[in-house]
């Protein structure tokens, strides 16, 4: 797979500078029924799931935050109410939240269209899956789309059981030309781990009504450039029952990778030094 280079101050702050002047947004997906998870979460939408003391879109909007993306939009659909008063619209953590409510389970896909109305001046941007969270420095996934020049740019590691997720399959350069179903040998493999760059014109390939994704659109558009940015932090998927409680077991580490993996001062969260860059400023 390719690797990107750690880049020097100077490559950093332009990184900065270039997202910051388009003002990037990120779009969670936040909307499913959380069908699997209802028997130990039964009364809240599966993002807003705590994860000790926060819940796990909690987690991910400050891993934005800190990361210098300030600009949001909410894909909401079950129990999209409780989400939508919890956040509000984001003045109280100097963010811009829009929601984007679905009026009938849409789909991975179908979210995103429906958002689409939030995105027109946007020439890329961020999609996340509400239900987990990777590791991952937003900066350098951006600088590695744009040097690489695919439609979309996949945030994908490598996990020893791969049955769960199903595979992605890439070439020596990080292009990917498969994606493998779920086999049941429980076999080591690349998943997906749902962070995303998107170019605009993704929205072009997604139809209208509910779609997947993973299963109705990736496929599509392998000739078109989907490349995987191979992560190797830490990744949790809060799908079931048995991955909830294992991230209950490292919420600490949770904790420290959103709130501190882009380094805030010293005397903030108790944290020490930077591990990622800020995609935007201000």
């Known amino acids: 797979m390719n690797r990107v280079s750690t ?18 947004k990120a779009v969670l997906l936040v909307g499913g029924m959380g069908t699997r998870l209802r028997s130990v979460v039964q009364t809240k939408p599966k993002p807003l799931a705590l994860v000790g003391s926060y819940s796990l879109l909690q987690l991910l909007i400050r ?62 941007f961020l999609v996340m899956n509400g239900d987990s969270f990777m590791e991952t420095d937003f900066c350098r996934m951006l600088e590695f789309h744009r040097a690489h020049g695919g439609l979309v740019s996949m945030a994908a590691l490598h996990v020893q059981n791969s049955n769960r997720y199903g595979r992605v399959e890439a070439d020596s350069s990080g292009r990917v030309i498969k994606f493998a179903e779920k086999t049941g040998d429980n076999s080591p493999g690349l998943i997906n781990a749902g962070v995303y760059v998107f170019d605009r014109g993704v929205l072009e390939h997604i139809p209208d009504g509910s779609a997947s994704l993973e299963q109705d659109v990736f496929p599509q558009l392998l000739d078109r ?13 809060i799908g079931t029952p048995e991955d909830y409680a294992r991230a209950q077991s490292i919420s600490d580490r949770l ?28």
């Open 255 to 282: 904790y420290q990778a959103a709130f501190c993996e882009d380094g805030p001062e010293p005397d903030q969260e108790g944290c020490q030094g930077s591990k990622a860059r800020r995609v935007n400023e201000g």
């Open 63 to 124: 891993q934005l935050r800190h990361q210098g993306i300030r600009r949001l939009v909410l894909c909401t659909g079950y129990l999209a109410e409780q989400i939508e008063n919890e956040f509000g619209d984001g003045r109280d953590l100097e963010l811009t939240i829009e929601y984007s409510r679905e009026p009938h389970p849409l789909g991975t896909a179908g979210a995103v269209k429906l958002a689409q109305r939030y995105l027109l001046d946007m020439p890329e």
């Open 7 to 24: 880049p020097q101050a100077a490559d950093r702050s332009r990184c900065s500078d270039a997202a910051a002047s388009r003002g990037m």
């Open 225 to 237: 450039g989907i490349h995987v940015f191979e992560q190797h932090g830490m990744f949790i998927d």
